[in-house]
C-alpha cells in the first residue's frame, strides 16, 4: 500500500496502527491527520527509536496489504469500483447495475425468488 492509501482513510487505519504500535493513542493519531512526517515522529517518540529506524519500519509496514476493513470501508467503494474496471467486459461499465441480467427475479424450481 501507499502513503497516500492511508492518509486519504486515515481513521480506519486506527485499528491498524494500534495494532502495529501499541503505544500509540487515538487522540494522538487523530491530531496527526494522516500528515506522514508528524507520524514518523510521533511513532518514533513512542517507541523510543531513531527517526530513521522508524521511518524503516513505517516503509516495511506500508510494504504489506491494505487490511480487509479498509477495503470495505464505504469511503473506500469508488477507488475498488474503479479498480474493478479491468474484470468488467468491453461495452460494459463497472458502476452499472447488475438487474440488467435478467436473472435477479428469477423463480427457483422450489418456488423461491433468487435473491442475492
Do not use: C
Not at 26 to 51: H, M, N, P, W
Not at 106 to 115: A, K, M, P
Amino acid at each position: 500500500m501507499k502513503w497516500v492509501h492511508v492518509s486519504e482513510n486515515w481513521s480506519a487505519f486506527f485499528e491498524a496502527i494500534l495494532e502495529k504500535w501499541p503505544e500509540a493513542d487515538v487522540d494522538e493519531l487523530e491530531e496527526i491527520d494522516g500528515d506522514q512526517r508528524a507520524f514518523i515522529k510521533y511513532i518514533s517518540e513512542v517507541t523510543d527509536q531513531e527517526i530513521a529506524e522508524t521511518r524503516d519500519e513505517i516503509r516495511e509496514w506500508l510494504a504489506g496489504e491494505i487490511p480487509a476493513d479498509i477495503v470495505m470501508d464505504p469511503g473506500h467503494d469508488n477507488h475498488s469500483i474503479a479498480l474493478s474496471a479491468k474484470y468488467v467486459g468491453e461495452g460494459e461499465d463497472e458502476s452499472d447495475d447488475d438487474a440488467r441480467f435478467g436473472d435477479d427475479d428469477e423463480i427457483l424450481d422450489d418456488g423461491d425468488e433468487n435473491r442475492v
